[in-house]
């Protein structure tokens, strides 16, 4: 089993989360982001859970400025979730699971 998120990059955006038929959380990251730490072993935890609910990717943002520009992401990490192929949240900062998981449910449901 992968674990997610799953890494992808600016090239596969659109089929990956734009065109994806299930909900997305595009967690924008980088290695040298110490919150960003924290932030990856939340979502990893929480990956079991949303499986077959949730798709979960990870962009480094360094590496990927084509998404960071076009979605204005300013600071890291940050959270994008997409259902349908629109933004439907987004946090910049890092979030504890409940918090997170409150928003995911309140977005796209438990």
Same mark, same amino acid.
């Given at each position: ?17 734009? #065109? ?30 949303? #499986? =077959? ?21 300013? =600071? ?16 910049? =900062?890092?979030?504890? #699971? ?7 449910? #309140?977005?796209?449901?438990?």
């Amino acid at each position: 089993m992968t674990v997610a998120p799953v890494a992808i990059r600016d090239e596969v955006f659109t089929t990956e989360v734009v #065109q994806a038929k299930e909900p997305v959380l595009v967690y924008v990251w980088a290695e040298w982001c110490g919150p960003c730490r924290l932030m990856t072993q939340i979502l990893t935890q929480m990956a079991p859970q949303w #499986q =077959g609910r949730l798709k979960m990717v990870k962009m480094h943002a360094d590496e990927n400025p084509e998404t960071v520009k076009n979605y204005q992401v300013t =600071g890291i990490p940050t959270l994008l979730l997409f259902q349908g192929g629109e933004l439907v949240w987004r946090h910049e =900062g890092v979030l504890n #699971q409940a918090k997170l998981e409150q928003a995911l449910v #309140q977005h796209i449901g438990g």
